[in-house]
């Protein structure tokens, strides 16, 4: 993998009105894997639009990493809350630009929709029923926390994330689901991991002098899974062996833990974790708004390191 993945795209709020109405004509195409016929190579090449400028440049940035099979563009969704316009406008972006390169290059392309379903619930949404049973799950993985609607699913992230399916597929969105929670607990994620307390030293430089003092006592890009409560743990590293790939830690209930960085037992906080998600998936291309990109820049440095 290499650094520089990740764009963002500025856009006006006239430009995104017009944005939004193109991709209602656009439906009517289903957004399939196969280009607008109408479409030609010499109105791609012509092309001034910004989804075309993006691509041009990912081209040129494939072609100097002389990178081989497909192109994989990603798109993240929170499942702590459902899917909403914000949502839609992300996917619809980065398939635009995906559209734009395919029409300019003939490479074959990949959209992820990453869910970040082992993310520990941090809050209880305003818009949700049943509260009081949330509150009792917080920092819990939101594939831990159950389905608030009633049961119908497993958890809180399989509702949400089967609302963010449909509400994709209503669209004809070309894309293959991940589930953070699926990826780790199957190992997809175990050489990042493995890298990532190698590394942890560097890692560590880079994200200290961003974050606040009381912040930088307890700080890990490693979050371990509590083996007693199964909550998601925002505490330092007291031992780390990378050769093992092993951590130490002190648990909720004041025992010292030693566990495994491989295979779910542990994952990745944010900045480390999309850094983390880049390497272990060969994403190339994910759109980040301007309130991001600082942390982008920080997730490209960590992506280096890696």
Known sequence: MKAGLYRFVKIDRPALLALN????????????????????????EAAKSWPF???????????????????????GFGPSGLPHIGTFQEVARTTMVRRAYELLTGHETKLISFSDDMDGLRKVPDNMPNKE?????????????PDPFGGEYESFAHHNNARLRAFLDQFGFDYEFRSSTQDYEAGRFDAALMRMLEKYDDVMNV????IGDDRKKTYSPILPIS?????????????????????????ENGERVKTSVTG????????????????ALGVDYEMAGEDLTESTKLSSRILRIL
């Open 21 to 44: 109405h193109n991709v209602a004509r656009m439906r009517v195409d289903k957004m399939t894997a196969q280009p607008i016929k109408s479409f030609t190579q010499a109105d791609a």
């Open 53 to 75: 400028q993006e691509a041009r440049r990912l081209a040129k940035r494939m072609q100097r990493v002389k990178k081989t099979g497909p192109v994989i563009f990603e798109t």
């Open 133 to 145: 049973m949330l509150g009792q799950h917080l920092q819990m993985p939101l594939t831990k926390v």
């Open 207 to 210: 994200i200290l002098p961003t």
């Open 227 to 251: 083996p007693s409560t199964g909550r998601v743990l925002y505490v330092p590293m007291l031992e780390r062996d990378a050769a093992a790939g092993t951590v130490v830690f002190e648990d």
């Open 264 to 279: 779910g037992a542990v994952k990745l906080q944010w900045k480390a974790d999309w850094a983390g998600r880049w390497f």
